[in-house]
Nanobody
Framework: VQLQAFGGGLVQAGGFLRLPCAASGRTFSSYDMAWFRQAPGKQRELAARISSVGSPYYPDSVKGRFTISRDNAKKTVYLQMNSLKPEDTAIYYC????????????WGQGTQVTVSS
């Protein structure tokens, strides 16, 4: 599967952004999907993930502010980010895997999100 992320940009603290990630391939619905992020000088971290059956998971840092969803007909996964904080500034990557027990092995190119204070 090939992944392409969109929707990054500059937003003020408290604002919102929606990141779509479009996938190619015929078996999108079988993939676990995720959004990761990497801030300057920091390790990449999970922002949200959604299973092939639509079960979401969020780390505490974004819980209640971010929502991940998927549209299998459009082969797209979305990350809705509300109440953005300057610490959400990062490059956001979408990722996919077929086996939830394995690492994510398909990655998109990343999209920059910058939150100004």
């Amino acid at each position: 599967v090939q992944l392409q992320a969109f929707g990054g940009g500059l937003v003020q603290a408290g604002g919102f952004l929606r990141l779509p990630c479009a996938a190619s391939g015929r078996t999108f619905s079988s993939y676990d999907m995720a959004w990761f992020r990497q801030a300057p000088g920091k390790q990449r971290e999970l922002a949200a993930r959604i299973s092939s059956v639509g079960s979401p998971y969020y780390p505490d840092s974004v819980k209640g502010r971010f929502t991940i969803s998927r549209d299998n007909a459009k082969k797209t996964v979305y990350l809705q980010m509300n109440s953005l904080k300057p610490e959400d500034t990062a490059i956001y990557y979408c990722a996919a895997r077929l086996d939830f027990q394995m690492p994510y092995n398909y990655w998109g190119q990343g999209t920059q999100v910058t939150v100004s204070s």
